[in-house]
């Protein structure tokens, strides 16, 4: 927000220059950015001065040009050579002096003025027009000014230049109070009372407001007084739209805001005030002679002032006439209610619009204006009528007319302060220091808070509606402590703290291990956005598109659902490094995924979300670079699982003992899951070339994704067993097993694990043969076995005994055949 440091002191009397006044506002809260000095004419006219022509004689060698001699106030004549036709002996002129710089309207570079010869004559100097100082555009003669203003006098005090100073302001949302020079200088004013510093705020006063006529009444009339509890206006006829006088447009150009005619830069400038938005209409456009508050029917259009039709919402409150709408309330105007050079009679609205009626207007049709910037945080309602009259009577002294009507003020239930109790050993416990009771009070007071009672140190409060952030005990005690000053709570020297103990197992520990084992494996971390297409779950099952969370407002079209997988994330990762000639990638990621059941209904008839913790990781070219001695090693299915096991292993789970089964889907064209108890906890496989297409990947893309949720609940129930180190040999035996194709290595896993529990350490697959030399429909497993016994060397017969076990249990639960 832009703040001129000249137009905030017509509402303070203060002695602060602008930098002071920026540090005691950043100290409060209202943070200053940045602070610029600026000129209203760039180089403040430094070396022009008021000249008396004293003679003017035609050149000798040019019909066009003059030969003056100028008084410039220090009683020796200056030639100047002019070629500016009304030149003429005797006129008080505008002078450039020697070595002074100008800049011409519209120009962004200067000149500087230096002696020169023009046609053999000597020039000490220029006599301007107005576009050349940057005072006007007119170029057809030079400045003459009336013969009273004494030679000598500077350009800059003539035209009564002031230089200014530029305060942008970050303002926080929370502060709807301070979006305007009088809110700014309002609690500027509050820092210096409470420190009992010399100031006094005032608004320019507008006693004078009075009804001239009773020529052109408008009725109006609520019919949502809850969009609108409060809602003013008054007529002006007789109004001449013409340009703004220059100090109108000198503070609208100060914050950066470009003139337009006199009734549209008073509603500007008064809005800029006080903080309360206005709107001038045409009456002449009003028919009916009457205004109406309401909503329209869902999908009226209405063309706004920027030229482009919208669809109204049956929620959106209008102005309207008594035939059509002519406004959006507090958001935009229509493209013909608007003030123009024919209109002559006007109606000024001031309002007090419900803030979450505007804010969802405004976000429905995309629209941010100043006026919606201020209604959508809530706007002070008891400033309403002030502003209407501050702005009749601008129009009247700067437009003309007079007020032809009364002032309609339709406030059917008043917004009262907000009240609660304020507990002064709270405040001090809050801030962290032992303030005096009387400090507190007068800080209270200087907050426009009114102390309705005290008793035991208790305050009961009422804040003024305009601090809409200010409704709470802990609400007034920010404000006490941002006006007390926090460079003025010392930090002290023990602190007191609370031990706090972290659940088990704690989330953010296992997130970290994941990610540090993952890196040292040569994995590289992505982070993208929880948002993202909703046309990637078309037609997709498994994620079927109506259970995507969808966003009312979407930035775009590209984030207008949340995820359900990462697989899209980790494919535009995969994407963008390809098109970079990064092909050969390992990518992990940790996020949320979202979503939605349209079939299950919540209390109050609201549907159900959910959100799932998930771990993807991403493979895809080559997982060995080629080198001199060793050739390029493609990456493939197995690089991932082995990656996924010892992802596992490092939380104590053996991926081998998972339930594991084939996977139908959509994203993959082979894939598997893997369940633990029943429960999801990882699925892999190699993403489709469908999906693929998608994103233009050629490669082979291999992909998992863990449902962290699974194995943090997993590994709470998981005890880790340490034990020395056996001082007995271990024995390995191999089994060659004829089975069925659908027979997996995990169930034989499972089925030696179950059996064997004593002495088998473990249990790995080196061989697999599918042939025409074997039967149809089976294939061979060739499985190793490490047995020990940790409390003796192993026996041949407790060996054979063992390996007995398991081939009976192989031939009886898993239908195998011992191949010799």
């Excluded at 920026?22 to 200053?32: C, F, M, N, Q, Y």
């Excluded at 390992?586 to 959910?610: H, I, M, Q, R, T």
């Excluded at 005890?719 to 007995?728: A, H, I």
């Excluded at 169930?747 to 697959?765: C, F, G, P, Q, W």
Aim: hydrophobic fraction near 40%; glycine fraction near 6%; aromatic fraction near 8%.
């Amino acid at each position: 927000m832009k703040i001129s440091f000249n137009w905030l002191k017509q509402y303070i009397e203060t002695d602060l220059d602008a930098e002071q006044a920026a540090r005691i506002l950043t100290d409060i809260g209202l943070e200053v950015e940045a602070l610029e000095k600026t000129e209203s004419i760039r180089g403040g006219l430094a070396g022009v001065v008021v000249g008396h022509v004293l003679t003017c004689e035609k050149h000798p060698d040019a019909d066009k040009l003059h030969v003056t001699t100028v008084d410039l106030g220090d009683g020796t004549p200056t030639q100047i050579v002019c070629g500016a036709p009304n030149v003429a002996a005797g006129e008080k002129v505008i002078v450039a002096t020697i070595n002074s710089t100008l800049y011409p309207t519209g120009e962004q570079n200067g000149f500087k003025i230096k002696k020169s010869k023009i046609r053999g004559v000597e020039s000490l100097g220029m006599l301007c027009a107005e576009d050349e100082i940057g005072v006007g555009t007119a170029h057809d003669g030079i400045i003459v000014l009336p013969q009273d203003v004494p030679a000598g006098t500077p350009a800059r005090d003539y035209f009564q230049l002031e230089d200014d100073y530029l305060l942008e302001i970050g303002l926080t949302p929370n502060r709807a109070d301070a979006m305007s020079h009088y809110g700014v200088a309002r609690d500027l004013a509050v820092y210096l009372k409470a420190n009992g510093l010399p100031c006094k705020l005032k608004l320019p006063p507008v006693e004078a407001f009075a009804q001239d006529s009773d020529r052109k009444e408008i009725t109006v009339e609520v019919q949502n007084a809850e969009a609108a509890p409060r809602y003013m206006g008054v007529t002006i006829t007789g109004v001449k739209v013409a340009p703004s006088p220059e100090w109108l447009q000198r503070r609208l150009r100060a914050i950066g805001m470009n003139p337009k005619n006199n009734v549209v830069d008073i509603t500007n400038f008064v809005l800029h005030e006080t903080g309360q938005p206005l709107h001038a209409f045409d009456a002449a456009k009003i028919e009916g002679g009457r205004i109406v508050v309401r909503t329209c029917p869902e999908g009226t259009p209405f063309t706004t002032l920027d030229g482009i039709e919208r669809k109204l919402s049956a929620d959106d409150l209008m102005i309207c006439n008594a035939r059509e709408p002519m406004c959006i309330a507090g958001v935009f105007g229509g493209l013909d209610s608007g003030v123009t050079e024919t209109t002559t009679d006007i109606f000024i609205e001031s309002a007090y619009f419900n803030p979450v009626w505007v804010r969802k207007t405004a976000k429905r049709h995309g629209l941010s204006t100043d006026s919606s910037f201020r209604f959508e945080r809530g706007i002070d309602p008891d400033m309403t009528p002030y502003a209407l009259m501050r702005a009749a009577l601008l129009v009247k002294e700067l437009a003309g007319g007079e007020i032809s009507s009364p002032v309609t003020d339709l406030y059917p239930v008043r917004i009262e302060p907000f009240r609660f109790d304020v507990s002064l050993d709270r405040v001090r416990r809050l801030i962290g220091k032992e303030i005096p009771d009387e400090t507190i009070r007068r800080i209270v007071v200087a907050l426009d808070v009114r102390i309705e009672s005290e008793r035991d140190g208790i305050l009961s409060v009422a804040v003024p509606p305009y601090r809409v952030d200010v409704r709470r005990e802990a609400d007034l005690v920010e404000d006490i402590l941002r006006i007390y000053g926090y460079n003025n709570v010392e930090i002290p020297q023990r602190v007191h703290s609370t031990l706090s103990y972290a659940p088990h197992p704690d989330r953010d520990r296992l997130v970290n291990l994941l990610s540090d084992m993952l890196t040292a494996n040569g994995f590289n971390e992505i982070m993208s956005n929880s948002l993202t297409k909703a046309s990637y779950y078309d037609g997709l099952a498994g994620y079927p598109a109506e259970h995507c969370v969808r966003i009312l407002n979407p930035l775009s079209n590209d984030l207008s659902v949340m995820r359900q997988t990462l697989l899209f994330n980790a494919l535009e990762a995969v994407q963008l490094n390809v098109n970079h000639r990064n092909a050969d990638l390992k990518l992990y990621e940790y996020g949320n995924c979202y979503f939605y059941d349209p079939a299950k209904k919540e209390e109050g008839g609201l549907a159900p979300y959910s959100e799932r913790a998930k771990v993807s990781m991403t493979v895809t070219g080559n997982d060995r670079q080629p080198s001199w001695n060793v050739a390029a090693q493609p990456a493939g299915f197995f690089t991932l699982r082995a990656m996924a096991e010892k992802a596992m292993l490092r939380f104590g789970l053996d991926l081998n003992a998972a339930e594991t089964e084939p996977l139908e889907s959509d994203l993959y064209s082979e894939a598997i899951v893997c369940r633990w108890n029943g429960k999801k906890l990882l699925e892999m496989g190699i993403v489709s070339k469908k999906i693929r297409s998608l994103f233009d990947i050629k490669a082979d893309v291999y992909y998992a994704e863990l449902d962290f949720d699974t194995l943090v609940r997993i590994t709470r129930n998981h005890s880790v067993t340490v034990s020395e180190l056996s001082k007995y040999p271990e024995v390995r035996r191999d089994l060659a097993l004829l089975v069925d194709k659908e027979v997996t290595f995990s169930r034989l896993y499972s089925i030696a694990r179950s059996t064997e529990k004593k002495l088998l350490r473990s249990v790995s697959l080196f061989d697999v043969y599918e042939g025409d030399k074997l039967p149809e429909g089976k294939k061979s497993y060739a499985l190793s076995f490490i047995l020990e016994d940790t409390t003796k060397t192993l026996t041949d017969s407790a060996i054979d005994r063992a390996m007995s076990n398991l081939i009976r249990a192989f031939e009886q639960h898993a239908g195998a055949e011992i191949r010799s």
